[in-house]
């Protein structure tokens, strides 16, 4: 399958590199073709790796994942162009963590409204699914590196764009059973509010390879 991957960050890289290894073909997007860390990535992930703007990995891509800074994912969509996007899957992995004021970051949008949604009234022809924002890049790609296995949540207003999302994360050595179907995509919320949290536990622990379990009574 061909995947536009926007984002040349850890979470890009990470991505792009899995995808790449599992045998798809993969362009990654920046602001401008020729970005380093896509150039470099690109050369080091094999024949099916490519690198372009924004817009050349949204029409690159059956599906597009969105790996770019939060607080400007809106915008880096926009330069990709609704037009590549409509009818796609988006895997919508940004979190909006605003670092204007210093450490720790706040959420640029939360409560009653999330990125998620954002994204999702911005381009309503884009079948967004809000995915693996509540792990560090490395754990979304390797869930057993952990000492055990835990949950990831999927949400989105396209059942069948979330099951879409849902196997492919196995491919990835997500468990079926722990990918949790959160509902539509005001359920991004949740998981962006979640962040505090996370970014918490990652000082509380020393580590940012961590994830939680959901343990319910039978
Ligand atoms: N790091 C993690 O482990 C982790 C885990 C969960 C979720 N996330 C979320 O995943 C996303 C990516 O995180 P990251 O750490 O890989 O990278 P990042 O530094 O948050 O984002 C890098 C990407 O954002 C783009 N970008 C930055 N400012 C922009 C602007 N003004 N306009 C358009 N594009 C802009 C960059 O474009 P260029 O390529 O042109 O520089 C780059 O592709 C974030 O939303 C983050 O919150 C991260």
Not at 144 to 161: H, I, K, P, R
Request: net charge negative; with cysteine.
């Amino acid at each position: 399958m061909r995947f536009g991957v926007l984002g040349t960050g850890m979470v890009g890289r990470t991505i792009a590199g899995k995808l790449a290894e599992l045998g798809h073909e993969v362009k990654m997007g920046s602001r401008s073709a020729g970005n380093e860390k896509a150039v470099e990535w690109a050369a080091g992930a094999g024949e099916s790796a490519s690198e372009g703007s924004f817009a050349d990995a949204a029409k690159f891509g059956e599906v597009v994942v969105n790996a770019t800074a939060g607080t400007a994912s809106l915008e880096a969509l926009e330069t990709a162009g609704a037009e590549n996007l409509a009818g796609k899957v988006l895997i919508e992995i940004a979190n909006p963590l605003d670092f204007s004021q210093g450490m720790p970051p706040s959420l640029s949008v939360c409560n009653t409204d999330s990125l998620g949604e954002q994204i999702q009234r911005a381009f309503p022809e884009a079948r967004v699914v809000k995915a693996l924002n509540t792990v560090n890049a490395a754990v979304m790609v390797a869930p057993d590196s952990l000492t055990e296995s835990g949950n990831v949540f999927v949400c989105g207003n396209d059942d069948e764009a979330k099951a879409r999302v849902s196997e492919l994360l196995e491919t990835f050595g997500w468990l079926a059973g722990d990918v949790v179907d959160l509902g539509d995509i005001a359920a991004a919320r949740g998981t962006e509010m979640y962040l505090p949290l996370w970014l918490r536990m990652m000082g509380a622990l020393d580590t940012p390879q961590f994830n939680i379990r959901i343990v319910r009574a039978d």
